[in-house]
């Protein structure tokens, strides 16, 4: 994942290119109501905590700059057009049927594997992780409401977790036991790794009526036990 985020030019094009063509094809059409997908990772290591929508962004890699590009864009035609565009932020989502380019289902399928030794990128970055199901909730709310036109809007659980802790939580669900490794090639470079992220979703929680109900440790536990489950039965057929 770190190396197609840093060398992946063909994907950020796509990414600015894409977004360009759904909003000219929107305006062109008429359609009513556009959610431009954004990320965390446009804000770069928090500056302050917990990160509202008014934190500076930093691209710190290739995606994440394509990722501010292609929102700057959705805002333009708002700004120019009136296209009835609204970006959300999600912060971290995980769940079943994760890419397992993820920590989650990296950790998840080599732990279902019966692998004794897990081979890791740092644990020292915090996240804050959103359960795929309020994630989806959230997209509806917005897509459902004439609200937050031409607004950005974070969406996260408003609970800050190290990888070390999300770690310890999957191997006390899966019962086992294993020895951790550093993997080099899981390492992203120091300058391109986004250290801290935690949502302040007032504004989504506000606007839209949204909340999470995986929110907090005991919902990110539930929320991996849930994910770590579906593997389990995924693996199994």
Known sequence: EMLRSLVGSEMCIRDRMGTLNVLEACRVNGVERIIQTSTSEVYGTAQYVPIDEKHPLAGQSPY?????????FAHSYWSSFALPVTTIRPFNTYGPRQSQRAFIPSVMVQLLA???????????????????????????????????????????????VSMAEVLEMIVEISGQNPTVTLDQDRIRPAASEVERLWSD?????????????????????????????????HISE
């Open 64 to 72: 994440s700059a394509s990722k501010i590009a292609a929102d700057q």
């Open 114 to 160: 019966g692998e004794s030794e897990l081979k890791l990128g740092s644990l020292a970055p915090t996240r804050d992780l959103t359960f795929v199901k309020d994630t989806a909730r959230g997209f509806a709310d917005v897509l459902e409401s004439d609200k937050g036109v031409g607004e950005t809007f974070n969406m996260g659980s408003g609970f800050e």
């Open 201 to 233: 979703s007032s504004k989504m929680v506000e606007t839209f009526g949204w909340k999470p109900d995986f929110g907090g440790k005991d919902g990110l536990h539930r929320g991996l036990e849930a994910t770590y489950a579906l593997s389990l039965i």
